[in-house]
């Protein structure tokens, strides 16, 4: 009897469980078939999905080979990655081809084109513009969306100079000195820039795992959910990693004495990013390249803009290779011009990477002409 | 701590559950919101402690003296232990910077004391009143210090310096506490009651203390009044599933009010306010009534919350907006908004100046003088007092033309009495912006230059013309039509409350449409907190009040 009655209970907890568990599942997928629909509606997401992996080199690469679609509010682009992990159409020899020169980009996802079609891209615009210019060159873009100076500068020891360039270029965008603490591949001891860690591959392992799925990859590149859900917890782990990196190394600012833990955010350069921008000049000085650094504005409104370079000491930006469109962009703002995406992830436009591409192609020749192989007669 | 903060849900959180496990025990669940409450507002700055307990340690003596009995010295020391320990508690980790306040208060309480003492020589009535004296003393004292002390002092340097003489500046710069207006009225209800008899002072410290610094509404009120809220600390709170649903709904809406409504469309009104002479007229125009929206949702968005949380841990705490614009006329409008204060003014001012009971000249005396200091509780400006004044004018004017009863009597679905009630609501909604613009303009003068540009939108005619071309229009009905709708069902149906029917499961397992209905509203609203609040979390308006 009394196993009778404890079987009975048994089964009818079983069955109360099973009806919560039912309840549950079919609530939370209907929750998220609303939210689905609520955001597609009301607030649509920028899905840009990221397809990076683990480099040989302890850091963060493109997937070779890979192929997605990015797809915001306001614009709909392709990515193809080459086999190399680079954003072309195109495989490039490691050997130089007679007569044309190289230029190696490293950045993130600006340099990379993010939101921009190939030949949208500021790497694309950059070449077609020095050619105009009767230089005969390839662009190499070795960007990587995420990457700051550190990551940058690992790739171009690594792997940029193997394809000898003749023209270095970093990117310097306001996220770099967060970047760079984070990565915490290189630090500062006595004004020395030491190697501090061999690798920096954050979520990788979880984004291979992910990746593995096919259903994760289909809802990765369609879900507005998914990408709403993805931005936040992105940005909660940046800010819990560099409030980490903050808490390991306090750092002070060369220009305004303030300690960087005053403005977590947007935090001024450390001496830590310029030992980086100097050691990456150093790298492409002994591999015989020259070494620039563009400045990526900040994006406020349509006619409003500000420089990253505003991070950086003065002494730094005396030198002719740092170039800043501050001023181009400026000129050209106006409310009905948009140089910025402005409902994805603000980078720039066809229109505003055309105008970077065409504020460093004209720098180039005036300060690299011979590298570069222009010849304006022929 | 703002309500809107993850801080907030993770202490809410914890204070829930704790709260919940000592619902036995009354006295320590009574001791869990005072220490709760101490830690919210302490999270501001551990200084503001100090004033809260001077406040409640004060009052809960003049509470027990104005009542008429002797009190004892346990109350005393009660009251003494409150207000060092608090001290202490306030000043001990910035010992270095903030012993002046402990030494301060070494000072005040052997003075205090002697106070009390003399007070309490003399005769019944004369020590009743002394204790109540003594209570609008502090009081408003401590208002007048904290709050205008700043205010007064330019405005003096101002005139001074119209006449051609140069005053100094005064080297303090006064903080102001967080929602001291708000628990000062509280305080000072208190003890006015208990004087006028209307309720027995309570000899519970910690009671007394809970209720002043009851951390729902310790900021940005309701306005309770002791004789309504203090009760329900004396009384066990029993958990009910019911009420804690509920009350998570009305804190929901009262969030998405606050952070998709209110903060999305601060950007429009703070635009058109920045210099409002230069702003385009339809902007400007479009600029006030975003403001108008703002503030509401600001506001009863923050009552809503507080109400939720309140009922959540059992309590239940008074309406405090009913449809406020909806309202015909200003009489209206102030049965309907932020009706905690305005029937404090009717009580504490209104009606001890005599209200409407001697001449028609005393009257409308009152009312201004009523609004006029409405209007100067809110903030330490003319804009304030303009606003005050601007509405205590048309409570006169509709007074004296008798508008209030002639509309009244208007009820009834005929033609007639529909025009009357939409022409009195539209004449009563322009009045109303017509207030908004003194409230949130910078300066009297950018008001007039408001009020002038807006005019001339509608003067132009642009309103009617360019209106629907505005992507400011688009931007403000895409976030307030949930409110209009929801609204509108309220006006309707007559059910401002948030009840848990909607969501309570029927026995049979199914869902009915209404309840299926109600919970699609539910993920409405927390999909639009999570996916549609606005970027940077703003202070709540009426912190600042």
């Known amino acids: 009897m009394a196993v009778n009655n404890s079987s009975i209970l048994i089964s009818e907890v079983m069955a109360k469980i099973s009806r919560i568990s039912i309840f549950g599942v079919l609530g939370l997928t209907y929750a998220m078939l609303f939210a689905e629909i609520f955001l597609r509606l009301l607030a649509p997401q920028a899905i840009i999905p990221r397809y990076v992996t683990a480099a040989p080199y302890g850091i963060r690469m493109n997937i070779p080979g890979a192929e997605y679609r990015q797809v915001t509010p306001e614009t709909r682009v392709s990515i193809r990655i080459n086999d190399q992990g680079l954003r072309a159409d195109q495989s490039y020899s490691v050997e130089k081809q007679s007569g044309i020169s190289r230029v190696a980009l490293f950045g993130d996802s600006y340099f990379m084109g993010y939101e921009a079609e190939l030949t949208d891209s500021f790497a694309w615009q950059l070449e077609q513009a020095l050619r105009a210019k009767r230089c005969p060159v390839e662009v190499l873009n070795f960007a990587v969306s995420g990457f700051g100076t550190a990551e940058m500068l690992k790739t171009l020891e690594e792997k940029g100079v193997t394809y000898s360039p003749d023209i270095v270029i970093f990117q310097w965008h306001h996220t770099d000195p967060a970047d760079n603490m984070r990565a915490n591949l290189y630090n500062l001891k006595e004004g020395r820039l030491l190697a501090n860690s061999n690798t920096y591959v954050p979520a990788i392992r979880t984004r291979q795992i992910l990746n593995a799925i096919p259903l994760y990859t289909t809802v990765s590149e369609n879900s507005h959910l998914y990408a709403a859900a993805r931005e936040r917890a992105s940005t909660f782990i940046k800010n819990a990693l560099t409030d980490g990196a903050l808490v390991r190394t306090p750092v002070t600012s060369p220009q305004s004495k303030t300690t960087i833990l005053d403005q977590p955010d947007r935090p001024d350069a450390s001496p830590l990013d310029v030992a980086l921008l100097e050691y990456a000049e150093d790298v492409s000085n002994d591999n015989d390249a020259s070494f620039f650094v563009v400045d990526i504005p900040s994006f406020h409104d349509r006619t409003s803009f500000s420089s990253a370079f505003r991070l950086l000491p003065d002494d730094l930006l005396e030198s002719n290779n740092y170039i800043s469109p501050i001023s181009i962009f400026r000129e050209a703002a106006s409310p009905d011009r948009k140089l910025y995406w402005e409902e994805g992830h603000y980078h720039l436009t066809p229109d505003g990477n055309r105008l970077l591409a065409d504020t460093v192609a004209t720098k180039l020749v005036e300060q690299a002409a011979i590298q570069l192989n222009c010849n304006p007669l022929q | ?545």
């Not at chain 2, 002394?130 to 209570?135: E, F, I, K, M």
């Not at chain 2, 504490?348 to 409308?364: A, F, H, I, M, Q």
């Not at chain 2, 409405?374 to 005050?388: E, P, Q, R, S």
């Not at chain 2, 309570?504 to 609203?525: H, T």
Request: aromatic content about 16%; glycine content about 8%.
């Open chain 2, 1 to 545: 701590m703002l309500f809107n903060s993850g801080i907030f849900f993770l202490f809410f959180g914890i204070f829930f559950c704790l709260y919940w496990m000592l619902r036995q025990r009354l006295h320590w669940q009574n001791s869990l919101i005072l220490a709760g409450s101490y830690l919210f507002y302490g999270w501001w700055d551990e200084r503001f402690l100090i004033l809260i307990a001077l406040s409640t340690a004060c009052d809960f003596i003049c509470g027990l003296g104005a009542a008429g009995p002797r009190y004892k010295l346990k109350h005393i020391q009660k009251a003494a232990g409150l207000l060092l320990g608090i001290t202490l508690i306030a000043t001990v980790p910035t010992f270095s910077a903030s012993w002046i306040y402990l030494t301060g208060i070494l000072l005040l309480l052997p003075a205090a004391y002697l106070l009390f003492k003399t007070l309490d020589k003399l005769s019944g009535p004369k020590r009743r009143k002394a204790y109540l004296v003594t209570s609008i003393i502090l009081n408003l004292g401590l208002l007048g210090i904290f709050k205008y002390f700043g205010f007064f002092t330019e405005s003096f340097i101002d005139a001074f310096a119209t006449l051609g003489l140069a005053v100094n500046e005064p080297l303090i710069q006064i903080i102001l506490p967080v929602g001291i207006s708000f628990y000062t009225f509280q305080t000072l209800s208190y003890t006015i009651d208990i004087y006028r008899k209307d309720m027995p002072p309570t000899e519970r410290l910690i009671d007394f203390a809970a209720y002043v610094a009851f951390f729902p509404q310790l900021v940005a009120g309701p306005i309770e009044r002791a004789r309504n809220l203090l009760p329900q600390f004396e009384r066990q709170r029993e958990w009910d599933a019911d009420k804690t649903t509920s009350g998570a709904l009305l804190f929901t809406w009262g969030l998405f009010k606050k952070i998709v409504i209110a903060d999305n469309i601060a950007p429009i009104a703070n635009a058109a306010f920045a210099s409002p002479a230069e702003t385009e007229p339809v902007l400007m125009f479009i600029g006030i009534i975003a403001f108008a929206f703002q503030i509401y949702c600001d506001f009863s968005g923050y009552s809503d919350m507080a109400r939720g949380l309140a009922r959540m841990i059992g309590f239940d705490l008074m309406l405090n907006f009913n449809l406020p614009y909806l309202s015909r006329t200003p009489s209206e409008f102030w049965r309907r908004w932020h009706i905690s204060l305005s029937t404090w003014l009717r009580d504490y001012l209104y009606v001890p100046l005599g209200g409407n009971r001697k001449s028609k000249l005393l009257t409308y005396r009152n009312l201004c003088l009523t609004m006029l200091l409405g209007g100067l509780w809110h903030g330490a400006a003319w804009t304030f007092i303009a606003w005050g004044a601007f509405h205590g004018f048309i409570l006169a004017v509709y007074r004296f033309f008798s508008i209030d009863s002639w509309i009244s009597r208007c009820q009834g679905l005929s033609v007639k009495t529909v025009s009357i009630n939409l022409s009195a609501w539209l004449v009563m909604t322009i009045l109303t912006l017509i207030g908004w613009t003194f409230f949130r303009a910078a300066t009297i003068g950018d008001a007039f230059d408001a009020i002038t540009v807006a005019g001339i939108a509608f003067a132009s005619g642009a309103v009617f013309t360019e209106l629907g071309k505005l992507p400011e229009v688009g931007e403000l009905l895409f976030y307030i039509w949930p409110l209009l709708l929801v609204q509108t069902i309220q006006a309707m149906t007559g059910r401002l409350e948030f009840l848990p029917a909607l969501i309570k499961p029927v026995p049979q397992g199914s869902i009915s449409f209404r309840q299926f209905a109600g919970l699609n509203a539910l993920l409405f609203l927390v999909c639009s907190i999570f996916f549609l609040s606005a970027d940077g979390g703003q202070q709540f308006i009426y912190f600042d009040f």
